[in-house]
């Protein structure tokens, strides 16, 4: 990879190039090939920002997608809660990234059989999404 060639097998840029090929592998329905890239990608992002870093909210999130491909639900919901937490603290709670992650999250919560909890953070993303927030 020439980014790694530049920059060093750790850099941030390198775990940007990762990710986006973890997303292309998964697109092509290469799952598995996709996983050890994107978990490299977080270690380096990890590293180099932090783990409460919002840069880290895009690797948890590729992850935790992959994990679900690979029928991985209850390995990618911490994840992805993780992701939910660091942008609620970023964001605050009504922010559009949120909304983002409680969807994936409700996902998450539906492939466990969880429907009722699933629907309640759709039900709060939608609130979110038209501008407004549920009591």
């Not at 559009?96 to 953070?121: E, N, S």
């Amino acid at each position: 990879m020439i980014t790694e060639a530049a920059y060093g097998p750790d850099h941030p840029s390198v775990a940007i190039r990762l990710n986006n090929l973890a997303a292309i592998l998964r697109d092509l329905g290469d799952a598995a090939g996709a996983r050890p890239l994107a978990e490299r990608a977080l270690v380096i992002t990890e590293a180099a920002y932090g783990p409460n870093h919002l840069q880290v909210t895009f690797d948890l999130n590729n992850l935790a997608a992959i994990l679900r491909d690979l029928g991985g639900a209850a390995g990618a919901r911490p994840l992805t809660e993780r992701a939910l937490a660091i942008s609620e603290a970023a964001y605050g709670p009504d922010h559009h990234r949120v909304a983002v992650h409680l969807t994936m999250l409700a996902a998450i919560l539906q492939d466990l059989g969880d429907a009722a909890g699933a629907k309640l953070l759709e039900e709060r993303a939608l609130a979110i999404t038209r501008g407004r927030r549920l009591k």
